[in-house]
């Protein structure tokens, strides 16, 4: 049951039929995982927040640096040595002090996934690495929560969610194998701050969607940011997938 003081805090975003009074009260009943705390998990945690998300549970192992200023728009100068998580935690609760928030300094392996991640409504990667993508997945696929994936580097962007309340979802291990390559570093291949933020974004945007029930799994989204263009494919399911095959 919303109060009168957030039917007014949320009223724009209720004003949509698709919304609607049952989208904000399935947002705020939502316990959301959010793994990292980065160019991407900056923008997705500010829209959640900012959205009535009931619950934010922050995972990130690092601390502000001055080059993440440019793009992690949820830190200061002031921010820069302070644990990322702590720090993103701090801003959501002056935007939204509603909002529960939890904020965990670590790297999240397959052991801390497995403790954290049956008890969410919803998983979204906000990650920089494929170990970290892999061992989400494969918690999330283990305990039937959908997760948003998304990713950038350069001026390109990608981003995915896997429905895992649905038996037949694909998921990223269908997506890239296990012919993993090494990873594609910001640090050595650079990126452009607004074309990880439109990815974040994107991400918090699919998350409204789902929680208050769209069917929005299923298709991975391309973003070129040189050509401003964008690719829709659909994805399918590999029965030889070493996650959800078999
Ligand atoms: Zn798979």
Known sequence: MLTDDQLLRYSRQILL??????????????????????????????YLAGAGVGELILADPDKVDSSNLHRQIAYRETDVGQPKAQALAATLHALNSEVRITAHVLAADDSWLATQVPGVTLVLDCS?????????????????????SGAAIRQEGQLAVFDFRQPESPCYGCLYGDGEGPDTLCSESGILGPVVGTVGTLQAHLALRLLSGANVGGVLH????????????????????RVCGG
């Open 222 to 241: 391309l973003f070129d940011g040189a050509t401003m263009s964008w690719r829709q494919l659909r994805l399918r399911r590999d029965p030889g997938c």
């Open 17 to 46: 039929p698709e919304f609607d009074v049952a989208g904000q009260a399935a947002l705020a009943a939502a316990r959301v995982l959010l793994i990292g705390a980065g160019g991407l998990g900056c923008p997705a945690a500010l």
């Open 128 to 148: 920089d690495n494929f170990a970290t993508r892999e061992a989400v997945n494969r918690a999330c696929h283990a305990a039937g929560v959908p997760l948003i």
